[in-house]
């Protein structure tokens, strides 16, 4: 061979290695991005499940609920009943 053909031999060579090693670059950063992603999808799971619980508990349980709202009314309830039983006993006595 004389030296430009050499030449050129080295250099397809050189091309084929370092297609080599960007594939293998390419195929770690791929591997990467996936593995990145699913824990983004991971996250992004559980705050979805966070944030409706926080919902549900806050239409459960919140200021304006159905059970705070029952709370209230027996609490007012509760002391009706205790001033009308307290008025009776008085009323007993006239």
């Known amino acids: ?13 050189r091309g084929e290695s370092e ?18 992603r699913a824990q983004w999808k991971a996250a992004s799971m559980i705050a979805t499940g966070l944030a409706a619980a926080g919902t549900v508990a806050f239409k459960l ?7 705070a ?14 001033l009308a039983r307290g008025f009776q006993r008085i009323r007993r006595f006239w």
Do not use: C, N
């Not at 080599?20 to 996936?34: F, K, M, P, R």
């Not at 349980?61 to 059970?67: D, H, N, R």
């Not at 209230?72 to 309830?77: D, H, I, L, P």
């Open 19 to 36: 297609r080599e090693d960007l594939a293998i670059a390419v195929l770690e950063a791929h591997d990467e991005i996936e593995r990145r």
């Open 69 to 82: 709202r029952l709370g209230r009314a027996a609490s007012a309830v509760s002391l009706l009943v205790g």
């Open 61 to 67: 349980f919140g200021k304006a609920s159905l059970a």
């Open 1 to 13: 061979m004389s030296g430009p053909e050499e030449r050129i031999a080295a250099l397809v060579r």
